[in-house]
């Protein structure tokens, strides 16, 4: 059982920015594994918000964070990053990690993910 940890979220001001990381716990590695975002604003269904693939060639984004986050990974530290910039109140959300498939090619629509982590709280201000 793979579990993913979450951390970077907080507080801060609409305009502002945020680095979320990922990482499994214990003896796990996520360098074959396309890795994802996701998040879930109150009342809200969970939404894809970005996706890279295993080897971190290739991203996809969802419409409403183009230009504004970016996904990358460091298979070395075995972690996952959502650079998150321009942050709207929209943006304000529980943000989850999720693992994919090992060597699953990354295609729209996503793929589907395995494992999820706990998450982590963003909350933008006005």
């Known amino acids: 059982q793979v579990q993913l940890v979450e951390s970077g979220g907080g507080l801060v001001q609409a305009g502002g920015s945020l680095r979320l990381s990922c990482s499994p716990s214990?003896?796990?590695?996520?360098?074959?594994?396309?890795m994802g975002w996701f998040r879930q604003a109150p009342g809200k269904e969970r939404e894809f918000v970005a996706a890279i693939s295993w080897s971190g060639s290739s991203t996809l984004y969802a419409d409403s964070v183009k230009g504004r986050f970016t996904i990358s990974r460091d298979n070395a530290k075995n972690t996952v990053y959502l650079q998150m910039n321009s942050l709207k109140p929209e943006d304000t959300a529980v943000y989850y990690c999720a693992q994919g498939n090992a060597y699953q090619v990354l295609t729209a629509p996503p793929p589907t993910f395995t494992y999820w982590g706990q998450g982590t709280q963003v909350t933008v201000s006005s």
């Open positions: 214990g003896r796990t590695f996520i360098s074959r594994y396309p």
